[in-house]
């Protein structure tokens, strides 16, 4: 290779720009929490998804087959509180919502 062929560039580092100029950063706590109260509400109006997810792992392995039946029990838990019925209005409300544009 010839050094004309070679193409130099510049790395330019830039400072992360705030999505609202009056932004600060949150604690750690206030993130974590914030995490932590979307995973409780994923696992309680996910337990279809998650059932979907479990029964497409491997049948016959000891770890597919117990998240499976961990996952159906997690499920029919799920659906005898009515929170199964509550996340599927949800979705559809969504989706009607996302229909209107």
């Known amino acids: ?3 004309s062929a ?3 560039r510049e790395i330019v580092y830039r400072r ?3 999505v609202v100029d009056s932004a600060f950063p949150s604690p750690l706590r206030s993130v974590s929490e914030s995490i932590g109260v979307a995973v409780v509400v994923m696992f309680l109006l996910g337990s279809t998804g998650l059932l979907d997810w479990a029964n497409g792992l491997p049948v016959g392995t000891t770890i597919g087959d117990t998240l499976s ?3 159906q029990r997690w499920n029919d838990a799920m659906a005898y509180l009515h929170l199964t019925h509550f996340a599927e209005s949800l979705r559809q409300v969504w989706q009607a ?5």
Not at 97 to 101: C, T
């Open 69 to 71: 039946n961990l996952a």
């Open 16 to 18: 992360p720009v705030e």
């Open 1 to 3: 290779m010839t050094p």
């Open 6 to 8: 070679v193409i130099k």
């Open 97 to 101: 919502f996302q229909n209107l544009r």
